[in-house]
């Protein structure tokens, strides 16, 4: 079963990591003093055989049995000769081999042999309170280690707790703030947890300042959109006063077709700024594009008195239709909204290096340098005189600097001359080879 808890976790590791270092540590100690106290023994054994007296004409520094075991408290010593017992102190030691462990008369003794002058020599000692000591000792080790990974566990759950305290705190106040608006988490003096209080109350910020866009690209669409239906609306209510005749009402139609046009690519202008999902465009004849939205707009600019040119020679980029349409249609209509009477706006066309850059041009009150780029920024209302409230910039070209950057270009606006505001976009130039040719519209 996986634990979820974090708390547990951090628990679990500790635990185990603490144990399994504890139990080498202590099995290592076991062995160690097992090998320590196995070592002086054999130590002594070895001094013992060195010394020991194994036949009557040895003198000096030999010294008898007895006499040897006198100095070593528990030793026994034996001498075999020929495979028979010549020479015994202490137990009745058999006639064994090397060195290790035998048990004489129900008590475990630690045995060391050499040969010598013919003759088998053995000593041995008293191995039974070593024994037990060891067993003792491997027993207290036995206990010290669940007491000591209990106690460790048990400071890694307090310490754990302690430290997700604060956490639990702010969670605890985050779901209280949800009827707040406005609230923010208090930062705690801990760097970690103030550090991580003050990154939420950021996001918060973000999250606030992106739902306030939100609202406010809602109402933003919902006027882009109102413009082209109330124009169609205007266009079939006239029509509608009085019987007209059959071309008065295909004019009337050819308007509302081009309206619903320019509704449909602003939809598809909205949708493209919301996702990444449509396949990417093949080239198409930008010259064909400009000069049908030209012949779209220039009745609408001789209305409201102003010159529309246009100057543009073959050339293509990879967009789509649509796009590169609502991208026109945003800028002439700004530009329309804000050009004086008698004044010239202008369309250009051309290829510029391995670049297709397209401006439009305009002789208004221009864009104010501080505002140059703030005026492309998404949902951006801006309080000066092109302003929404002044019949001035909306969504339209928030959304089309993203559909120009999704395209590899890029788009600006700067001081027209000798007065106005010059739009320029740029795109990629497409190869001839993939050109695809726009078909006619009916008329």
């Known amino acids: ?3 979820r808890s974090h708390r547990w976790r951090l628990t679990l590791w500790a635990v185990s990591i603490v144990g399994a270092l504890l139990a080498m540590i202590l099995f290592g100690a076991y062995l160690l003093l097992g090998r320590l106290q196995a070592d002086a023994a054999d130590d002594m054994l070895a001094s013992v055989l060195r010394q020991v007296e194994v036949s009557p004409e040895q003198n000096g520094e030999w010294h008898d049995p007895e006499e040897l075991a006198s100095l070593y408290p528990g030793l026994s010593v034996a001498v075999f000769a020929n495979g028979r017992l010549t020479t015994s102190y202490g137990a009745h030691l058999p006639l064994v081999r090397g060195e290790g462990l035998t048990t004489v008369a129900g008590r475990t003794l630690r045995y060391r042999e050499i040969q010598r002058d013919g003759r088998v020599v053995i000593a041995a000692v008293d191995w039974q309170d070593q024994a037990s000591d060891q067993r003792r000792m491997l027993l207290a080790f036995a206990l010290i280690w ?8 048990f400071v890694a759950w307090a310490a754990a707790g302690a430290t997700f305290r604060p956490l639990l705190r702010m969670a605890t106040q985050a779901e209280s703030m949800a009827a707040e608006a406005g609230s923010r988490l208090p930062v705690p003096k801990d760097q970690e947890f103030g550090h991580l209080a003050s990154r939420l109350n950021g996001f918060l910020d973000r999250l606030e300042s992106n739902v306030k866009a939100q609202e406010r690209f809602a109402s933003d669409a919902a006027h882009e959109m109102r413009t082209p239906l109330t124009v169609i609306r205007g266009h079939f209510e006239t029509a509608l006063m009085r019987k007209r ?21 602003l ?33 609408r600019f001789a209305y409201a008195d102003v010159n529309l040119d246009l100057e543009v020679q073959a050339t293509r980029a990879a967009i789509w239709e649509s796009e590169l349409v609502c991208l026109l249609d945003n800028l002439l209509a700004n530009a329309l909204r804000f050009s004086p009477r008698g004044s010239t706006c202008r369309i250009i066309g051309r290829e510029e290096g391995s670049r297709v850059e397209v401006e439009v041009c305009d002789e208004g009150k221009g864009v104010p340098a501080m505002d140059a780029e703030r005026i492309f920024e998404r949902f951006l209302r801006l309080d000066d005189g092109r302003s929404r409230d002044a019949g001035g910039f909306g969504i339209g070209l928030a959304v089309c600097r993203v559909v120009v950057e999704r395209r590899g270009g890029s788009i600006g606006v700067t001081q027209n001359s000798p007065s106005g505001a010059k739009f320029t976009f740029k795109l990629p130039l497409a190869c001839k080879s993939t050109l695809v040719s726009i078909p006619e519209k009916t008329k």
């Open 146 to 153: 669940p007491v000591t990974v209990g106690l460790v566990g």
């Open 245 to 265: 005749t059959v071309g008065d009402y295909e004019e009337v139609l050819r308007l509302g077709v081009a309206e619903t046009e320019r509704l449909s690519g």
């Open 267 to 299: 939809v598809d202008l909205l949708l493209e700024s919301a996702t990444s999902q449509r396949p990417p465009p093949e080239p198409i004849d930008i010259e064909h594009v400009l000069r049908e939205v030209h012949a779209r707009w220039v009745g």
């Open 1 to 3: 079963m996986r634990v």
